[in-house]
Every structure is written in C-alpha cells, then in structure tokens.
C-alpha cells in the first residue's frame, strides 16, 4: 500500500502524518522533539522526532515505517517476512548472533521456525540485495556443495558497488553479476569458478558439482 502523508510546509520538515501498512495498522503521528525511546519496529533506541501512535502506545524512526514485508538475505535458504513482534521465545538473530527481542519488530521465516534476524540486521547493505520480493512468486534456489564444507552453497547476487573477493581463486567479485554464498560460514565464489573455469580454483579447493567432483590443480596462484 502506497504511503499517505500530509506534510507541513517546509521541504526540509518531516511529514506530520504518516500512513504505511508495511509496519503499523494505524495513521503515524510525528513527535517533533528530542526525546529517548525504543522503536517497536525494530527494538533499538532513538532519541528524536519518532513517529507514535497513541492508541497502541506505539513508537517508530522514521527510517523504520518503511521497512520491505518480504525480502531475500544471503544468510537463509528461504525468503523472511517482517512481523511486529516474534512472540515469546529464545530468539537469536542469524546475522548479529545476538539476542532478539520477542516483543519488538523483526523478520522471520515461515519454512523455518526458530529462524529470526533483527529488522536492522536483515536490511543492511550486503546483507540484503534491496528487493521488496511481497507479491513475487518464490523460486527455488540453485544449491551446490563444496567438498571441504558441509553446508550448501546458494546462487546470490547483490545490487552494491563494494569490493568482494572470490575464495576459490582470490580475484575480485562483482556482486551484480551474482556468486554462490554460504549463509553459515560467509564464504563466496565466482559462478564460474563453480561451473566452468577450474582452472583458477586453488590447489585442493574441490567443489561437488552435481553427482561429481572436480580439484583444482593450478601450483600458480597469487594473492590479489
């Protein structure tokens, strides 16, 4: 649902009333002070002009209202959906590895139930590939092996500018063209280095490819 606001008259003012389904069901008002609190959509502290809706004694940034409902991280199999609150629980967010709140905003799994992330955590850069995937159908993922890991490894792309490098053959990674990951371990290699051009791949870094296997043999590798 498109946001409905009704701003003041400055540009550089914040709008006074905000509308967004995404995290609240109610109209958002803005509280334009200095003031400490704890945002419900996401369980960290503020300390100006949050957005409040009195009725639920509800507090948001304002960077928060907007928060993607469905969405593809690099550290799941799965896509994870935003949800006010995980209930009660022990909660621990796959990609902090810390504790996550019950009774505050996050995202969660619906194939995996002890799977959460903190809303914050599941949206940064490099973390999530910026894709509001709400009313797109899921397909499944391409998944591949690597002999010396026991966790899978899942085709991934990201729309960033940052540097990555590739474990397999240590040259440099355009995250835009996509890569294989591991959501455990972090590890990520170029498409093809997994497929095709072995040549590059390090000495003993084999990968299972389908029902066979491949080692690398190149003795010349340098370091970038």
């Known amino acids: 649902m498109r946001d409905e606001v ?20 109610h109209q958002l008002h803005l509280v ?11 369980g960290t502290q ?16 304002r960077e928060c209202i907007d ?10 199999d799965h896509r994870i959906s935003y949800t006010p609150r995980l209930g009660h629980g022990e909660w621990k967010c796959r990609v902090f590895r810390k ?10 799994c619906s194939k995996c139930a002890t799977f959460a992330v903190h809303a914050r955590c599941a949206t940064r850069t490099g973390v999530w590939d910026m894709v509001e995937r709400e009313g797109t159908p899921e397909e499944e993922e391409i998944v591949m092996k690597n002999r010396y890991d026991d966790h899978p490894l899942f085709w ?29 371990c972090g590890v990520i290699l170029h498409i093809s280095c997994v497929f095709r051009d072995f040549s590059y791949i390090m000495p003993g870094c084999g ?3 389908d029902r066979g296997s491949v080692t690398g043999s190149n003795e010349e590798v340098e370091e970038p």
């Open 156 to 184: 991934s792309y990201m729309n960033v500018d940052e540097k990555y490098w590739c474990e397999a053959c240590e040259t440099k990674l355009d995250p835009k063209g996509g890569f294989y990951t591991c959501k455990d």
């Open 6 to 25: 009704r701003s003041i008259p400055s540009q550089t003012s914040p709008p006074v009333d905000v509308e967004c389904l995404n995290t609240h069901e």
């Open 99 to 108: 504790k996550v709140e019950g009774f505050y905003g996050a995202y969660s």
């Open 32 to 42: 334009p002070r200095l003031i400490d609190f704890t945002c419900n959509a996401c």
């Open 46 to 61: 503020g300390n100006r002009n949050p957005y409040f809706c009195l009725p639920c004694n509800f507090m948001i940034h």
């Open 207 to 209: 990968l299972f490819i």
């Open 67 to 76: 928060l993607p409902r469905v969405i593809n991280i690099n550290r799941h």
